[in-house]
T-cell receptor, first 112, second 112 residues
Framework: NAGVTQTPKFQVLKTGQSMTLQCAQD?????MYWYRQDPGMGLRLIYY???????DKGEVPNGYNVSRLNKREFSLRLESAAPSQTSVYFC???????????FGSGTRLTVV | LAKTTQPISMDSYEGQEVNITCSHN???????ITWYQQFPSQGPRFIIQ???TKVTNEVASLFIPADRKSSTLSLPRVSLSDTAVYYC?????????????FGAGTQVVVTP
């Protein structure tokens, strides 16, 4: 069982370029999330999707868009990358709330 | 949202017990307390969750006093592999977990 799979693992972008981070879970979870983690800091929520067909902004949504393609997949798009978006991005999912989140292994993004 | 406060860092030796206390003075009636562990270059991992009194699993114990304004994560007989960042989260288990905030966590360093 793969859990939460994120692609790519590493990416370097030039300022102004766009890209989509992919996330898929195979645990039949309803809720999915995108976080960013800057060096030495905790995770900050970008967007989340409580269920298929719904998305909501988190703490730091500016500069990002998301798509809940189906129950399994939740993608994060950077339309015009900026150096301030250099970070590690984590996708997570949750089903039964008493089991907490399951996180992916992260995407390390550098914007130059 | 219940704000949490935990120490920035803690040092320990192998074989000792590590106790990390998290303060959450404005915890609400429906809030649960959840702890996560994060190793470098990995996503956080769910450790334990509780509502009141004591919860124990194969990894840790969680102590919650009657007033629930704080909680203590106890890691028995730590090893080098327990070196990680530990996060305390407080939130309504019936609500969307997407509203939870991770904070900076507690860096635990275990030395021989």
């Amino acid at each position: 069982n793969a859990g939460v799979t994120q692609t790519p693992k590493f990416q370097v972008l030039k300022t102004g370029q766009s890209m989509t981070l992919q996330c898929a879970q195979d645990m039949n979870h309803n809720s999915m999330y995108w976080y960013r983690q800057d060096p030495g800091m905790g995770l900050r929520l970008i967007y989340y999707s409580a269920s298929e067909g719904t998305t909501d902004k988190g703490e730091v949504p500016n500069g990002y868009n998301v798509s809940r393609l189906n129950k399994r997949e939740f993608s994060l798009r950077l339309e015009s990358a900026a150096p301030s978006q250099t970070s590690v991005y984590f996708c997570a999912s949750s089903g039964r709330q008493d089991y907490g989140y399951t996180f992916g292994s992260g995407t390390r993004l550098t914007v130059v | 949202l219940a704000k949490t406060t935990q120490p920035i860092s803690m040092d320990s030796y192998e074989g000792q017990e590590v106790n990390i206390t998290c303060s959450h003075n404005n915890i609400a009636t429906n809030d649960y307390i959840t702890w996560y562990q994060q190793f470098p270059s990995q996503g956080p991992r769910f450790i334990i969750q509780g509502y009141k009194t004591k919860v124990t699993n194969e990894v840790a114990s969680l102590f919650i006093p009657a007033d629930r304004k704080s909680s203590t994560l106890s890691l028995p007989r730590v090893s080098l592999s327990d070196t990680a960042v530990y996060y305390c989260l407080v939130g309504d288990i019936g609500d969307s977990w997407g509203k939870l905030q991770f904070g900076a966590g507690t860096q635990v360093v275990v030395t021989p």
